[in-house]
Nanobody
């Protein structure tokens, strides 16, 4: 059974940084695509970043390019999202999701392609 547990959310002032962590279990790194998604109140869930653990390729939404960095630690089954230069519009619940690479590519930032989800962690950047 795939399990994903996010942590690291919180309240941070605009311009600050947070690092989100996703602890993954129940699957083999190298077989999965792992993505970070976010959902703000009243808005649809959107793809933020993703990593193909088979080849290490990474993907970013235009809104976070140059500010967010995704990374994976296969030895510890962890995926991280380093978020810098945070803005009020980054406020949302952030989720990590995972699914087999072959089921997701090339749509790694499409939430509908993923079937395994964590419970989410709140990120708040006051305006």
């Amino acid at each position: 059974e795939v399990q994903l547990v996010e942590s690291g959310g919180g309240l941070v002032q605009a311009g600050g940084s947070l690092r989100l962590s996703c602890a993954a279990s129940g699957f083999t790194f190298g077989d999965e695509a792992i993505g970070w998604f976010r959902q703000a109140p009243g808005k649809e869930r959107e793809g933020v970043s993703a990593i193909n653990t088979a080849d290490g390729s990474t993907y970013y939404a235009d809104s976070v390019k140059g500010r967010f960095t995704i990374s994976a630690d296969s030895a510890n089954n962890m995926v991280y999202l380093q978020m810098d230069s945070l803005k009020p519009e980054d406020t949302a619940v952030y989720f990590c999701a995972a699914d087999l690479v072959w089921m997701v590519v090339p749509h790694l930032l499409d939430a509908t392609q993923y079937h395994n989800w964590g419970q989410g962690t709140q990120v708040t950047v006051p305006s």
